[in-house]
């Protein structure tokens, strides 16, 4: 693990003159209902409010969370509450697990706290019956309520600020982010909160309870961005979360909650010092992580509209602004959803148009705006090689702003080329914008198309006609894989190809030939990208396995119709059965690396033990999935039915 910077500053009490908020949205209306919160708690040090929105592919990690929670639970500092979505799932009926949104105060399970005993928990989270486990009180049973709307999210920090008052106050949200592409997906409901809807969540909780949230955690992806700053500024103190992709069970927050009950212990800590805890406890995995001090959000503002300005006055041509665009940081990773791709580090570019713009009054912007967003940073930690540019706070940032397709969209209104960007109030209070229209380029692909005459409708419908037939594609190389994998058993047993449901045995086999070849080929494209472009070699390992099975699959499918390779089939279909294994095993001891080298630099909790060490790793990568990929996101809403 190569740690590319941990940085603590001192937050500042000073408040910060900001413009006029921006009008109420109306997505997020103010309710005028009396909030039933039953009976009012004492007043504690801290109180933490918890959203767990399951109500998408993370159902299992949500489930897990509260039930990690509650190896920690309330205690005489700390009131903790939280509120749990999970969808159905076909084994329910069997399980008796339950569905739909609950309400609890979360209170310990009577089992002693250590990391072992949460590890274990984590990787049993997929099982049936896990709701069972969970031991809190249901306070509130919701029914089926739509966890990706805005009012829903101030509804229960309303309820849970009101009926438990503290000295300071927390708010945890988990759930599949896309940064400023929208967040805390809801699968069953089809909705998502945009960065404004969460705003004004915020400012509808501060107005109606008269508190500020001194702590919001972001428990997602890309969520630790100018924009999400921006909106929250008025309304918070502290937002902890992530530049890059959070996949798994991504917040250790049972670790972090003990650790903050711990130090309680002592006396009442500030939110920073609460705040860096949370930090230092995440910083064990790969990732970029920040803590961001909302109050100099709006000089840091202020600095990168001057910024955003000066470049438009000195008429920077659009070849040299977006070469800096892409130079830029960016968080996509291995994902292949391209909002992570448009999240750049703002401090990276900033200094880049220092180094490479040669007007003085850009310079100087440059450098005004790199010192604001570095004041505004109050600790950040960026670990691997892929996050060597990755500074603390990001910004909306895509190279084709006005000519984005969204994926499986047949023909784009106008306002979604821009991800409706320009509704956001980053975007209404800067030229941020405005300059990205001005850097901004379409695709090599589409420019080539609308060379052969294609107008944009007409490029947008050549999207539209891929994406309604990839899948299917897809779903059918797919098969053909399946078919290989049943025929490679086949050839492990030396037994003839029993054919795959509706394909006979010789149709089952060239069927498998091309399952095995598609396999191969997108394994080679991981080592590429692996090696190019994310610098990580566990991501080469993981092509190199892909490529290593699929061949094993081919050779197995092949040695029923080429002779020359029958003698060699029976071990290649040996081979392809043992590669999962062997992969996992790979898997685990290259994540457990990880881990060892961050408590060794003193990252973290640096007494865990070897086993305790090694049962982390494997928490951590049975639990990697870029689980807010659109198409994952779509295919399991298709499951769920």
């Known amino acids: 693990m190569k740690v590319q910077s941990v940085n603590y500053q001192i937050a500042s009490n000073k408040p910060v003159a900001t413009k006029a908020p921006a009008p109420k949205t109306e997505s997020t209306p103010v309710s005028k209902e009396p909030m039933d919160v039953g009976t009012i708690a004492e007043k504690k040090d801290w109180t933490v409010l918890v959203y767990l929105n399951g109500n998408n592919a993370t159902a299992s990690q949500a489930v897990t969370t509260m039930r990690q929670l509650e190896f920690v639970g309330s205690n005489d500092k700390m009131h903790m509450a939280a509120q749990l979505a999970r969808p159905k ?17 979360v209170k310990h399970n009577g089992q002693e706290f250590n990391a072992g005993a949460v590890v274990i928990d984590g990787l049993t989270g997929f099982l049936p019956g896990k709701t069972k486990g969970i031991k809190s009180d249901v306070l ?27 000295k300071n106050y927390m708010v945890v949200m988990q759930g599949p982010s896309e940064g400023v592409s929208g967040m805390m997906h809801d699968v069953l409901h089809d909705s998502q909160m945009s960065v404004a809807d969460l705003g004004a969540a915020f400012k509808q909780v501060h107005e109606k309870t008269g508190k500020k949230i001194d702590i919001v955690a972001l428990n997602g992806s890309a969520t630790n961005s ?30 972090v909650m003990n650790e903050i009950a711990n130090v309680s212990k002592d006396g ?50 659009r070849d040299q602004l977006h070469s800096i665009l892409e130079k830029t940081q960016d968080f996509q990773g291995a994902s292949k ?10 401090i990276h570019f900033a200094k880049l148009v220092g180094e490479e713009v040669a007007d003085d009054k850009v310079k100087a912007a440059a450098a005004k705006a790199v010192e604001a967003l570095e004041a505004s940073l109050v600790g950040d930690v960026a670990n691997g090689k892929r996050m060597e540019e990755a500074n603390g706070i990001s910004v909306f940032a895509p190279t084709n702003y006005g000519f984005m397709r969204p994926d499986g969209t047949p023909v784009i209104k106008d306002s979604l080329r821009d991800a409706e960007y320009s509704k956001t109030n980053f975007a209404q209070e800067t030229q941020w914008d405005e300059l990205l229209s001005g850097a901004a380029k379409d695709g090599k692909l589409n420019n080539t198309l609308k060379k052969f005459g294609l107008s944009e409708n007409g490029v947008d419908k050549a999207h539209g006609l891929y994406h309604q037939h990839i899948g299917k594609v897809n779903a059918a190389l797919g098969f053909a894989g399946m078919a290989g994998y049943m025929n490679g058993i086949q050839a492990w047993r030396g037994a ?14 060239y069927a498998g030939v091309v399952g095995a070849g598609n396999e191969a080929l997108k394994g080679v494209g991981r ?19 892909d490529v290593a099975s699929a061949a094993a699959k081919g050779v197995a499918n092949l040695g029923y119709i080429v002779p020359a390779l029958k003698p060699y089939a029976q071990t290649a279909g040996m081979l392809m059965f043992m590669s999962p294994w062997l992969r996992n095993i790979y898997g685990v001891y290259d994540q457990y690396k990880s881990i060892k080298d961050g408590v060794e630099l003193g990252i973290g909790d640096n007494k865990m033990s070897t086993t305790q060490q090694v049962a982390a ?6 639990g990697k999935q870029n689980l807010q990929d659109h198409a994952e996101r779509s295919l399991w809403q298709k499951f769920a039915g």
Request: hydrophobic share 40%.
């Open 89 to 105: 799932a076909l084994l329910d009926k069997w399980s008796h697990d339950w569905n739909g949104v609950r309400r609890y105060e």
């Open 140 to 166: 509130k049973d919701m029914g089926d309520v739509d966890m990706g709307k805005a009012q829903t999210l101030a509804e229960f920090l309303e309820w849970g600020v009101t009926k438990y008052p503290a």
């Open 226 to 255: 100018l924009e999400v700053a921006n909106e929250l500024k008025d309304h918070a103190r502290l937002l902890v979360g992530s530049q890059d992709i959070q996949s798994g069970q991504s917040m250790p927050l049972a670790m």
């Open 268 to 317: 009442e800590q500030s939110p920073l010092t609460v705040a860096q805890y949370m930090l230092l406890m995440n910083s064990m995995a790969p990732g970029a992580l920040s803590i961001v001090d909302l109050d100099k959000i709006g000089p840091a503002k202020e600095a990168w509209n001057d910024l955003a300005k000066n470049l438009i006055s000195a008429g920077v041509s």
């Open 337 to 346: 959803n391209s909002a992570y791709g448009n999240s750049r580090d703002a």
């Open 496 to 509: 003839d190809p029993n054919g795959f449901m509706l394909l006979g045995p010789q149709t089952a086999v």
């Open 527 to 545: 080592i590429i990208n692996g090696a190019a472009n994310l610098k990580d070699g566990g991501e080469v390992a993981q092509g190199a396995f």
């Open 617 to 622: 790793a494997a928490s951590q990568y049975y």
